[in-house]
């Protein structure tokens, strides 16, 4: 994504970023330019024109069937020129900045570009840990085996005393994956019911002798590995939920960034 064409992309966006530095710089008169300047209007026009192309590109990579570039190169780009309408935009605004519609569309701007630094941040880091912790298997191969690890705990549970058989069929019974916002972001369940059985079984296993402590630390292994597979799936879940949070906050951000452009240029044009 980021090195797509050789940089193609990065080398636009700094072009981009130097040419308008430069302008900005001998712009004339020598007094600051600010949004209401010829220089201002240029920039904010261009700025503008950045983002209506970086907006477009949730709907081009949903055109499967377009030719208009691929969708790495889009994506590529839209990293790279977002970075760029950071500097433009600034510019535009001569580093002047109040209490206004106009002021309200560049801090949008900064949070919309500053979400979508952090989605390319999840996007190069997160996939390789998915794989790491799902090796060769899907989630829905660890829910299997949980399932016939369960199925297996179960037989070798009823011999046990009462005490000991009321932890495992909590475990059986109320184990969940997902849940609350909380428990899918940070992959853990505080009170999840094989964690409270593993930490009960040993203890309440150590009167017993024989058959019944062969059975015993059959099922505590049984549960650790249970355990261990809930862990993974769990980690499975939040590392999906990271690739996919960050968008709740980038969309809706652009939406309302479009949303206070269109003020910002209709009250420039009306009252200016």
């Known amino acids: 994504m980021l090195e797509y064409a050789r940089f193609r992309w990065f080398k636009v966006a700094m072009a981009l970023a130097v040419a308008a530095g430069v302008a900005y710089l001998w712009h004339d008169p020598p007094l600051k330019p600010y949004g209401g300047t010829a220089m201002g209007y240029a920039l904010g026009t261009v700025g503008a024109l950045l983002i209506a192309w970086l907006a477009w590109f949730g709907v081009r990579k949903r055109r499967y069937a377009s030719r208009m570039g691929t969708v790495q190169g889009w994506l590529s780009g839209h990293v790279y020129l977002g970075t760029a309408l950071l500097v433009v935009a600034t510019l535009h605004t001569g ?139 769990r980690r499975d879940l939040r590392y999906k939920a990271k690739l996919d949070l960050w968008l709740y906050a980038h969309v809706p951000l652009a939406v309302a960034l479009l949303a206070a452009l269109a003020a910002h240029v209709l009250s420039v044009f009306l009252y200016w």
């Open 95 to 233: 580093f002047e900045l109040g209490w206004n519609v106009h002021t309200a569309a560049y801090v949008l701007m900064v949070a919309t570009v500053a979400s979508g630094f952090y989605g390319v941040y999840v996007y190069l880091s997160v996939p390789g840990l998915l794989t790491a912790n799902r090796g060769d298997e899907t989630l829905e191969a660890m829910l299997l085996k949980v399932a016939d690890l369960d199925r297996e705990i179960r037989d070798k549970a009823l011999s046990l005393p009462d005490d000991i058989l009321r932890e495992v069929n909590a475990s059986l019974d109320g184990t969940r994956l997902g849940g609350s916002f909380w428990r899918i972001v940070t992959g853990r369940d505080r009170d999840c019911p094989t964690a409270a059985a593993l930490a009960r079984v040993p203890e309440l296993g150590r009167r017993l002798s024989g058959e019944a402590a062969t059975a015993n630390h059959e099922v505590y292994t049984l549960l650790l590995q249970k355990s261990e597979l809930l862990a993974r799936a």
